[in-house]
């Protein structure tokens, strides 16, 4: 399967943001899609992540209370709204698969990294 991360531009602290994620090729191995971020020098960071049905989710702290992950049937896409965006949220934000029944929102558990889209956020 591959991914690509779009949606990502330059923003000013507040505003709303929605990161797509397009998938292609076969999924049928595809247990969970997730969203992680890495900012210059800082290490990769958990976003969010949903299971491919769509029932299970998880967010970062970081993020928790201002993001909400989700399966976009009319698009064929995963989306990932961000509310409220501060500073510290710029940053590379890339879509990735787990292929691992047992999964965790942690970057050990996905592939198929992409490019990502820069998403910044200006004060």
């Known amino acids: 399967v591959q991914l690509q991360a779009s949606g990502g531009g330059l923003v000013q602290a507040g505003d709303s943001l929605t990161l797509s994620c397009a998938t292609s090729?076969?999924?049928?191995?595809?247990?969970?899609i997730g969203w992680f971020r890495q900012a210059p020098g800082k290490e990769r960071e958990g976003v969010s992540c949903?299971?491919?049905?769509?029932?299970?989710?998880y967010y970062g702290d970081s993020v928790k209370g201002r993001a909400t992950i989700s399966r976009n049937y009319a698009r064929a896409t995963w989306d990932l709204q961000m509310n409220s965006l501060k500073p510290e949220d710029t940053a590379v934000y890339y879509c990735?698969?787990?292929?691992?029944?047992?999964?965790?929102?942690?970057?050990?558990?996905?592939?198929?990294w992409g490019q990502g889209t820069l998403v910044t956020v200006s004060s």
């Open positions: 090729g076969y999924t049928w191995d595809v247990y969970a």
């Open positions: 949903i299971n491919y049905g769509g029932g299970i989710t």
């Open positions: 990735v698969a787990s292929f691992s029944e047992k999964w965790s929102c942690s970057s050990q558990f996905f592939a198929s």
